[in-house]
């Protein structure tokens, strides 16, 4: 729950970056989650701006110009608007989305270092970096490319090898060569200023260490622990490039503010426009006690938002201190890692162009998965099942059927001996009352899954009292009995609705519409009403099932994308482990392996490697413990087909009978994945 009752908030969303399209493990990762935060708030009437934008600076720009053969403003533009227009049509309410390109930015960056300055905040240091002799120009990190110390990769750039992941300085390269003329560069001295760092490491350990143990995430937590328990140094806040915020001092002729520190103030630049726009004072927004300021990112950028951006943002003694950083981990795609630059990915702007009136399906599926505390999977087998058996099958069919039996019995009006509907079953209104709070307090703990989980239960709840009540059956042996349970459905269907709106939005709106509801729009403490006589609006559905053609579309496209990027796949160099002894035929045949579907998947408490599973094998339904736990999160399987052997003896591992195992195929590295088959199979197939 909220420490204290706050008059504003402001929300951050991180700044991509305008050098390409965004995937959708972006969006998983802060866009998704910020916006169901802004969401409910709203919805809770306090007074939020949301803020986000175009990082438009440093290398990463430059670097696609070069590749695109064009000018990095070009690059800028076309990215922008891409990547906003996706955000849009994806549902994400931004107040405002800014472009860090902006001369109010440039304006407001400049201020902010001009402040830092004139306080002797910054260490001016000469160093010696490397320096192109025939291109005229310090190189940037990205501008240096050599052979990786680490695997050999010969084309490793200056700050990461991305074969093999290490991070790296250029002076670690061996060969090292400019990207700019292929020469070989030299060192050259060059000056700079750098934010100290190691000067405020006694109060991050009191601001973070202390006063956050409990209320920040524990992976954020763990890294900020991890960077101050290791010693902080000082770091450059600005580089010789010419793409860029200048450095407002003179005789900084050639340098630019260093990406990383212009970019989170393009939060606060943005903020500024938004005011200017609204007429409102964007000081009270970063400056005042009485706002919350959070931050959502992925847990990349944990280091600038946790640690860089807040000592900024303490030295210059005016702003307002981030509150909470609910930073997520990774999302994965189809056993992979995503990224844009290999082909294995799915850009915002594919999905919407292949998948059109689906976005809501896609809320729910990366909420559904958030990696919220550990990297999570991204499927296109598992969003089709999350579709199809949870928005189709609970929520559509929860609503359609109400939907359709008022219409059929009433012509779609409300028909009651009162002057408005309400609850008339006591259990009904005190469960829905129980699942407002559980869903506030997960809000309010930046636990989203948790709280759409929440919202789907109230869709159950009603499936459930629907099918104790039979209208369909009573309305002849007991027409009141009929009709009260279906008014109690339909006020029932508006909290759903009300409670749909941080997720699905646009779901929302259509229930509303069909509801007859005028606002658009319904605040958490407005009361839906349903007057005697009032006409509902036809029904329609919701959502549409999912078919495997799709699925196995959207999979062969990224197979071909990624092949057209990196060529046929080249086969995995580490020799596979030598054959077993031979076994013969009888042995064989004597394995019973079936084809099953993992129906519920937990944590076996005080084990990391266990997870307790039960399958539907076809025959029965029936517990596994499975050691794949530090492979696989529980919620990401659900739904997952495998195969089985059936006929194990029955062993018991830590208290728990386990009949039978699910077999998996490991690579030398060690990571698992399911031998499952391609198509669906009914539970029961036999393996041979």
Request: with cysteine.
């Amino acid at each position: 729950m909220e420490p204290k009752n706050y008059k504003r908030y402001t929300i951050t969303a991180a700044l991509p970056y305008a050098n390409g399209p965004k995937h959708l493990g972006h969006l998983a990762g802060a866009y998704i989650p910020a916006d169901l935060y802004a969401r409910y708030l709203r919805l809770q009437k306090r007074d939020v701006v949301f803020v986000c934008g175009s990082d438009e600076h440093g290398t990463a720009i430059a670097n696609q110009a070069m590749k695109e053969h064009t000018t990095p403003r070009e690059i800028i533009d076309k990215y922008h608007e891409i990547n906003k227009n996706s955000f849009a049509q994806m549902g994400i309410s931004f107040d405002i989305y800014h472009r860090t390109s902006d001369p109010l930015h440039h304006e407001t960056a400049q201020d902010f270092f001009t402040n830092l300055n004139d306080k002797h905040i910054f260490v001016e240091k000469e160093d010696e970096q490397y320096y192109d002799e025939h291109a005229k120009a310090f190189l940037a990190d990205r501008y240096i490319i050599g052979t990786c110390p680490n695997c050999g990769n010969e084309n490793a750039y200056g700050d990461q090898c991305e074969k093999c992941g290490t991070s790296l300085s250029p002076s670690e390269l061996i060969n090292p060569r400019s990207t700019l003329s292929g020469n070989k560069p030299v060192l050259k001295p060059t000056k700079h200023w750098y934010l100290p760092l190691d000067k405020y490491e006694d109060w991050l350990k009191e601001w973070i260490l202390k006063g956050h143990a409990k209320d920040w995430r524990a992976t954020v937590y763990g890294q900020c622990k991890s960077w101050i328990d290791g010693g902080l140094h000082p770091r450059a806040v600005t580089r010789d490039l010419d793409w860029g915020i200048k450095v407002p001092v003179q005789g900084a002729d050639g340098k630019v503010l260093y990406v990383w520190f212009d970019a989170p103030i393009g939060y606060i630049s943005a903020t500024k426009q938004w005011a200017i726009d609204n007429g409102k004072d964007w000081e009270l927004y970063w400056k005042d006690q009485d706002t919350k300021l959070v931050h959502f990112i992925g847990k990349d950028n944990i280091v600038f938002h946790c640690i860089v951006f807040p000592v900024m943002l303490k030295v210059h003694g005016d702003f307002i201190l981030p509150e909470n950083v609910p930073a997520n981990e990774f999302m994965n795609l189809e056993g992979d890692k995503m990224s844009t630059s290999r082909g294995w990915s799915v850009e915002m702007h594919e999905y919407l162009e292949d998948l059109p009136g689906k976005v809501d399906e896609l809320r729910y599926y990366l909420t559904a998965i958030a990696p919220e505390t550990s990297d999570s999977e991204f499927t296109w087998k598992d969003y089709r099942d999350r579709v199809n058996n949870e928005l189709v099958a609970i929520l559509g069919n929860f609503v359609n059927r109400v939907m359709i039996l008022m219409h059929k019995f009433y012509d779609g009006k409300v028909d009651a001996l009162t002057e408005t509907i309400g609850f008339t079953d006591q259990n009904l209104s005190s469960e829905v009352s129980r699942l407002y709070e559980e869903l506030k307090a997960s809000f309010e703990g930046y636990k989203f899954r948790q709280a759409q989980q929440t919202m789907m239960e109230i869709a159950r709840l009603g499936n459930r009292y629907l099918t104790e009540k039979e209208p369909w059956k009573t309305i002849k042996t007991d027409p009141e009995a009929a009709k009260d349970a279906l008014h109690n459905c339909l006020i029932l269907i508006g909290h759903l609705a009300k409670c749909l709106q941080p997720f699905l939005p646009g779901t929302a709106k259509k229930i509303f519409y069909m509801l007859n509801v005028p606002n658009e729009v319904v605040a958490f403490d407005e009361e839906i009403v349903f007057a005697n006589g009032h006409q509902l609006n036809p029904s329609a559905l919701l959502f549409e099932k999912i078919e495997d053609e799709l699925i196995e579309q959207q999979i062969q496209k990224l197979i071909d994308k990624k092949a057209a990027i990196e060529g046929p796949p080249k086969g995995d160099d580490t020799p596979a482990a030598p054959a077993k002894e031979n076994i013969n035929f009888d042995q064989f045949a004597a394995m019973d392996i079936r084809i099953g579907t993992i129906l519920t998947a937990e944590k076996v408490a005080k084990t990391k490697k266990l997870l307790k599973l039960t399958i539907d094998t076809g025959i029965d339904q029936r517990t596994v413990v499975s050691g794949i736990a530090e492979h696989f999160e529980p919620e990401g399987i659900i739904g997952q087909q495998v195969s089985i052997l059936v006929n194990l003896e029955p062993r018991e591992i830590k208290g728990i009978l386990s009949q039978g195992m699910i077999l998996m195929a490991e690579n030398a590295e060690g990571k698992l994945t399911f031998t499952a088959p391609l198509n669906w199979m009914p539970n029961g197939s036999t393996v041979r």
